[in-house]
């Protein structure tokens, strides 16, 4: 079945950096597209970013453009995050998840506090 395992996650400062992996089993990675989502405290869970099969595509919410990058290694299965000038509203529990599957991991925490 579908195994997806988020890590990377922690307490930054704002304007500091953080890099989100996430390790994917169960299904033939390279053939669909993956997502990130976040939810915070007492909000509903929101889409952040998603990357094509090769990686060529990428799509973000507005309020991380220019900030987040996605990225895939299909050799390895991993679906990354990198997350730069943080901001205290990026605190929230982030996802990973594969287009077409409603399977969902654990998620990482990420807080972003002076």
């Not at 950096?17 to 405290?41: D, E, I, K, V």
């Not at 090769?54 to 995050?81: E, H, M, P, Q």
Request: proline share 4%.
């Amino acid at each position: 079945q579908v195994q997806l395992v988020e890590s990377g996650g922690g307490l930054v400062q704002p304007g500091g950096s953080l890099r989100l992996s996430c390790a994917a089993s169960g299904f033939t990675f390279s053939n669909y597209p993956m997502n990130w989502y976040r939810q915070a405290p007492g909000k509903e869970r929101e889409w952040v970013a998603v990357i094509g099969r090769t990686g060529a595509y990428t799509s973000y919410i507005d309020s991380v453009k220019d900030r987040f990058t996605i990225s895939r290694d299909n050799a390895k299965n991993v679906l990354s995050l990198q997350m730069n000038s943080l901001k205290p509203e990026d605190t929230a529990v982030y996802y990973c998840k594969a287009s077409s599957f409603e399977s969902w991991g654990q998620g990482t925490q990420v807080t972003v506090s002076s």
